[in-house]
Nanobody, 127 residues
């Protein structure tokens, strides 16, 4: 069993920064090909914004490129998202996810590739 727990969300003014964490715990060995951060704003579909592949390849959505950075510990599967220059349109629930199905290059941002999810952490950016 694999469990993902996000933390680090909160309220911040536009232009501020937040660092999200995703702690991964597991009770048995598992395979993953990529991990990613998704977000979902009220009334909108969940969208992939940053992903890292098992080969450390990185992918970013255009909406966050240059502002957000995804990273992972070298010796642990825990995932991070450094978010700088935040905008009100970044307000959403943020989720981390694991793709245990297949390896794609670059790491995919599509929702269909991920089937292990955390419970989410809320990010609110005020103008």
């Amino acid at each position: 069993q694999v469990t993902l727990v996000e933390s680090g969300g909160g309220s911040v003014q536009a232009g501020g920064s937040l660092r999200l964490s995703c702690k991964v715990t597991y009770t048995m060995y598992y395979i993953w090909y990529s991990m990613a951060w998704f977000r979902q704003a009220p009334g909108k579909e969940r969208e992939g914004i940053a992903a890292i592949g098992i080969d450390r390849s990185l992918s970013y959505a255009d909406s966050v490129k240059g502002r957000f950075t995804i990273s992972q510990d070298n010796d642990k599967p825990d995932l991070y998202l450094q978010m700088n220059s935040l905008k009100p349109e970044d307000t959403a629930m943020y989720y981390c996810a694991i793709n245990p199905r297949r390896r794609l290059d670059p790491a995919p941002l599509g929702l269909e590739n991920y089937n292990l999810w955390g419970q989410g952490t809320q990010v609110t950016v005020s103008s």
